[in-house]
């Protein structure tokens, strides 16, 4: 039971590192895409795609905090205490990225988009960076479980720093990735240039990137390189490495709709990879069965989750195929223009 | 360490599994709490009232194929999407809190009442995936299909209350678990989320739900109304809203007299504290305004009505009433607070009832809106007021808790985070629920500035 309870909060890392990183992505891409008339059109397709999904996509947040407290009541309580800082200013983060978002959607002059469009996207970089830190910090082990206090330490060694980082890249590169697909089913064939030769550039960093951070966890959260470089743990690695590899390939040879799979595969591989190399370990030096809630709660769990699911995966599916199929998406749009005066009942 | 006095608490206590130390009084993260609280609020009630009101004018547009209702659908639809963003991130804030701020009694008992948030979960997934299908489906999906996915999103707005509300219930009469040796045992998560308080909770929150949203939204056509813009559109939009508010608020006094005497029942002490009743009385009066002393536990001024509390909490004027000298002053909650807020809401709470009851009057009786322009003037108030009867009931209910999060069984300083620096985020908090508030008014605004006509212009 605890480990079906364990299953599932990974798969909901997974769903969010996938779905919530590709939106936090397309903020990245938001924030760099240049100025009011030269990223009106980068913006535009950001909006269109995100619109109708972000919600759903946020809400796997939600799920991995709710199955944490539940079946691992103590080790969320001592991951929490620990990362206060990093924890709050996400939790900022979150109000400001999705009421900013929401709300530049009715903007009604270039000025307003800009702002909103600007907390949007800063809120989006920084708020993967401060998760990332706290998976980072856990990694490394820096939860006391035994007596945890508040440690500011324990989200800026090399290790939580390194995941923050990697945390921002891989979501940019999922984004552009996503974009390029999306701009292809909306017919813009300069967008989908774009965003091939953004994922091709991102790709190859986040790529390099993850090598890197292969050795700081070398050096610095050595049980965990031991375990991703042994057994199930490099098999996990491995795949990840193929999928992305494969999904260069992919791009270069513009076929976006199956990058999408692949892409998502190789982040999912890596979420993966790290539960295959902490395994039997909840958190280092707490083991499953020493983390888990009694078996009645997680059976409760278990089951209202299973029935839960019944419904959710149906109406997933519905709305992604809704979505995929463009019955949904807004008319593509350049966010500059519309604020043009053409536009003729707008004041 | 504990003074239990003569009449030690009957179930044995717990200090929590993470053991540290306890912060006395812990003020500033309850402040964080009660504002974070402050701001959801008020968007659950949307969450749970605004679909019903959303596919009834949908429905009266299916039926009659007149554009304005479809306009003001629409319109409607957008707005709840909005309001749904904003409870997307609010609501998540609330979960990082019970982390952030409560460690410890998330790790005590998140083992007993988890299981409902994981319920409530999944209703707030299927409700975002619902609400994006319907809003953005308008002219895009077949008229039955659409209809039909707007169906979901009531249901799950339901049901999730229900579990939030269900944890809240516990709180107050936990039950579910066993206690040994100062540990949770043996959890029972479905016992503790159908516990004593559930129902009367859920009911009198759904209820307020419907009376927030239903005035704040006929407020805003009331607005209009006064403004000289009484075309379908803006009349529609009144008398929907008017009338789900009308018959909720006075449905919620008798709800709300059933609540009290549940309240008597299985949290004595909190209902002292809401009536302001120092020791223990038989044939109580019901005092109104007053001021609490609690260093020699006596109630100064104040209008008293004799019999009256006894008759409401116990429908028998001759009845005992528990007092608060019965517990040490350490388990007494602020009484001033508690008192007040409680009489902000029951007064509020009246006005709204006769103002719904008037209007269903006149609609009933003369088949027509009051003309009165202090009927629309009233209306206009009903919603800032409903809003400060929520908050003030929340209030009443959860001050009253005190000094306990889990009722009698583990107090609030044991739970509360050893973290300093609490002020700094508190003061962050404040001034971004202030821009939050600020945006969210200004979104409002530019949506009704909007020519409803644009609903129905094929974009």
Known sequence: MAEICLALIFVGLTMYAVLGGADFGAGFWDLTAGGAERGGRVRGLIQRSMSPVWEANHVWLIFVLVVSWTAFPVAFGAVFTTFLVPLFLAALGIIMRGTAFALRGHAATINEARVLGAVFALSSVVLPFFLGTVLGGIAAGEVDVADPSPSNAAWTGPVAITAGVLAVLTGAYLSAVFLAGDARRAEQPDLERAFRARALGIGVVTGAGSIAALFVLRSDARPLFDGLTSGAGLAAVLASVAAGAATLALIWTWRFELARWTAAAAVAAVVLGWWLATRPDVLPGLTLDEAAAPDATLTALVVSVAFGLLLLIPALLYLYRLVLSDTLTQSYEPLDQRFRPTDGDQP | ?459
């Not at chain 2, 069984?409 to 300093?420: G, L, P, Y």
């Open chain 2, 1 to 459: 360490m504990l003074d239990l006095g003569v009449l030690a608490a009957a179930a044995e206590q717990v200090t929590g599994v993470l053991g540290d130390q306890p912060a006395p009084d812990a003020l500033e993260a309850r402040r964080m709490q009660a504002l974070s609280l402050t701001v959801h609020i008020p968007i659950v009630c949307f969450g749970i009232a605004f679909p019903a009101m959303i596919l009834f004018v949908h429905g009266l547009y299916l039926r009659t194929g007149e554009p304005h209702f479809k306009a003001l659908a629409k319109r409607w639809s957008k707005v709840a999407l909005t309001l749904f963003a904003v409870g997307v991130v609010t609501g998540t804030i609330l979960s990082f809190e019970f982390g952030l701020l409560w460690p410890d009694f998330s790790a005590t008992f998140g083992e007993v009442y988890g299981v409902a948030f994981g319920l409530e979960g999944v209703a707030f997934f299927l409700e975002a995936i619902f609400i994006a299908i319907y809003v953005y489906g308008w002219d895009r999906l077949p008229r039955r299909t659409h209809f039909l996915t707007g169906i979901p999103i009531v249901i799950t707005g339901f049901f999730g209350s229900f579990c939030v509300i269900a944890v809240n219930g516990w709180m107050n009469d936990p039950t579910g678990f066993g206690v040994r040796n100062g540990e949770v045992v043996d959890p029972q998560p479905f016992t503790a989320l159908l516990n004593g308080n559930m129902w009367h909770e859920l009911i009198h929150m759904y209820l307020a739900g419907y009376v927030v949203a239903g005035f704040i939204v006929a407020g805003v056509y009331a607005a209009a109304h006064l403004r000289g813009k009484r075309d379908a559109y803006h009349r529609t939009g009144l008398v929907v809203a008017l009338s789900f508010a009308a018959l909720a608020a006075p449905a919620q006094v008798i709800v709300g007299d059933w609540a009290g005497r549940e309240v008597t029942k299985r949290q004595p002490i909190k209902l002292a504290a809401i009536e302001g009743l120092p020791t223990t009385t038989e044939g109580a009066p019901f005092t109104i305004g007053g001021w609490y002393d609690a260093d020699d536990n006596t109630m100064n001024g104040g209008i008293e009505i004799p019999k009256l509390l006894s008759l409401l909490a116990d429908h028998d004027p001759d009845a005992t009433i528990q007092g608060l000298d019965t517990v040490p002053p350490d388990d007494r909650p602020p009484v001033n607070i508690v008192h007040y807020a409680f009489q902000i809401m029951v007064g509020i709470g009246t006005l709204l009832a006769m103002l719904g009851a008037l209007f269903v009057l006149t609609l009933w009786r003369h088949k027509r809106l009051p003309r009165s322009k202090w009927f629309y003037r009233g209306v206009v108030a009903s919603g800032p007021l409903a809003l400060v009867a929520l908050v003030a009931g929340w209030i009443t209910t959860e001050v009253g808790r005190q000094p306990w999060i889990v009722y009698e069984v583990m107090r609030v300083e044991d739970s509360v985070t050893s973290s300093d620096g609490l002020e700094l985020g508190f003061a962050v908090l404040v001034a971004v629920y202030l821009l939050l508030a600020v945006a969210v008014a200004w979104l409002l605004r530019r949506l009704s500035a909007e020519a409803p006509e644009r609903e129905v212009v094929h974009r």
